[in-house]
């Protein structure tokens, strides 16, 4: 039983998480493993109420039940209405595996740019047809017209936070400018991920600081166009529970996506930007729904991997 449940925590660590901060630890008792909130590894600038740090726990969820169900375990989920964690209560049994289990190594947030073909029609229907969680729900967007609506708030995010000196000091803490410095922590945005060249820290630290927020709106906006389109994932409320929920089904469309060998990554900043979120979530037609993530997706080939902190070091 040990050694399962170190393999479930393992299939958990390799979730998504905002910056690659992997902001979990997990406990493991008799036949349960709960998932608590690592608060040494927020995200004050960008993420003020934690809210995506309780969407990575979502994420991580996500991957341990599709894990569990791999290994013959069938999971019941307490969400975190009442304590400040989540708990998995494991029991053995028949359940059925998830085919996406094959693809929780290999899903990556892919943040080059695409080559603009667009997603065929077999595909979007297997996304449109995903199981969703209560509360929770996604639109896909591939119209050209919708797109650039997508785009203008995607800018407005951008000039808004590169404008902000705090959020670009959060962000560079986060960086790892090199494989060196990728290795020794096992966590952060590699630069090689991104298809930055590496370079000395200091010299990583002046290009960054000193890009200029329309250089970001723009070099996002031709990644946005390079894409196949955008997916947005909205929830009826703000709770952690919520949130949490939201983490699942953008882990499972991530998962359902890179079985279908598509690609996606993060756009989050209209999100992000509290005076941009209302505007963007009035533009989508989401009436009361909330917008919590926007990813774009499409075809590209794999990019370098952001590392994972060892399981000894996230089990507490």
């Not at 797109?147 to 808004?160: D, F, K, M």
């Not at 991104?194 to 970001?216: D, I």
Request: aromatic fraction near 6%; hydrophobic fraction near 45%.
């Amino acid at each position: 039983m040990a050694g399962h449940m170190r393999e479930l925590v393992r299939a958990a660590s390799l979730a998504a998480s905002g910056h690659n901060t992997q902001p979990w630890t997990f406990a493991i008792t008799d036949q349960a493993i709960d998932i608590y909130p690592d608060l040494a590894r927020r995200l004050p600038a960008v993420d003020p109420s934690d809210r995506e740090l309780w969407i990575s726990l979502g994420c991580a969820l996500e991957n341990l039940i599709v894990a569990a169900r791999a290994a013959g375990y069938v999971p019941d989920i307490t969400y975190p209405d009442a304590a400040d964690f989540i708990h998995i209560q494991l029991t053995p049994g028949t359940s059925p595996a998830s085919p996406l289990f094959d693809a929780i190594p290999v899903r990556q947030n892919t943040r080059s740019a695409y080559d603009g073909q667009p997603l065929p029609t077999a595909d979007l229907n297997t996304v449109q047809a995903m199981p969703l969680e209560p509360g929770v729900v996604l639109q896909l967007i591939t119209r050209p017209t919708e797109v650039e609506t997508v785009l203008e708030y995607v800018n407005q995010g951008n000039l808004r936070q590169y404008a902000d000196t705090a959020f670009v000091a959060e962000l560079l803490a986060w960086i790892r400018f090199t494989k060196k410095e990728a290795l020794a922590s096992r966590d952060g945005l590699y630069a090689g991920a991104s298809g930055n060249p590496e370079v000395p820290r200091w010299l990583g630290q002046l290009v960054v600081a000193g890009t200029q927020p329309q250089q970001q709106a723009d070099a996002d906006a031709k990644k946005l166009r390079s894409s196949a389109g955008a997916v947005v994932v909205a929830s009826e409320s703000d709770t952690k529970t919520a949130w949490v929920r939201t983490g699942q089904v953008y882990e499972r469309l991530a998962l359902t996506l890179t079985a279908l060998k598509i690609q996606s990554a993060f756009l989050n900043q209209p999100i992000e930007v509290a005076a941009v979120r209302g505007q963007f979530q009035s533009a989508m037609g989401l009436s009361a729904a909330l917008p919590q993530l926007l990813m774009r997706v499409g075809y590209a080939a794999p990019m370098p991997r952001s590392l994972r902190r060892p399981v000894e070091q996230v089990i507490m």
